[in-house]
């Protein structure tokens, strides 16, 4: 019996050879440097929200639906200080701390108030991405500086200056918590067994509300992201985000249940998410059908992960 962990990382690789092959049957001319780049650019902003939600499941403290709304607001909070008189240089910081701080309201209502993880980030979902089209009344907020675009639109070597300089570090720290230090293996005990790992003494209060505020930061690096790219915050940046990293860090290996999996497969599914959208979007198909894959991604990597446990039991 595999371990389900590998079957989900099976299947993220055959999905990703299925793609690949009914893209190239359809239209060979796919396969070129500049849809790379293109799915680079688009997989920043959902790889960092990706991440921030892995980390949560993976400690066991649940999903974080909110990460959209997160985005959404964070940019247009960055912008609407800068109109109000906060000095452009301080874009970054302000996106950064924003986000925190709306990371750990979440991790307030779950951690403190002792709310379902579920029920308490839909709520805010709701309540952050609703405050975004208050606020602009569905408007976007310009402002951006000039010297922010080019980091948001530029490339090193063929990649993105902004993937370059945040995903890949970001995963890279990530990956080495998880493998290197004791606090990632206090991260997967609190997935793996809650009861026990408080047991032992680690502080899974604590730490599972230090990651809703990491979620939070992530969330706010993606909103500066958007910022550099596009010019402007937008109030509807992050739709859809909440259901896209879920089917990325699922489709990754990482057990619903916390505790078990790794956040390489989660960058590795973001792209096959990103990487798919983008081979629709080429063949001209609407962002309807877009959504609905992404729906069938996250069904077949719930199933990835609860049948072979099934099958294990009736062995």
Known sequence: MKNPHHRSLLLLATLWLVMLLIFVLIRPAIL?????????????????VGLGQALLILSGAGMDISVGGMVSLTAILTMMAVQAGVPAALIPLLALVIGLCLGLVNGVLVISCRLLSLIATLGTMFAYGGLALALTGGATVSGVPGWLLPWGRGTLLGIPAHFLTTVMPAYLIAAAVLALTPLGRWILAMGNNERSARLVGIPVGRIRFILYGVSGLLSGLAALISLAWFGSGRPDIGTNMELESLAAVLLGGVAIAGGRGGVGGVLAAVLLVVGLQAGLQYLNISSSWQLGVVGLLLILALLSDRLPWRFAKRV
């Open 32 to 48: 070129q440097l500049s849809m790379a780049e293109s799915v680079l650019h688009f997989s920043s902003m959902l790889a960092l």
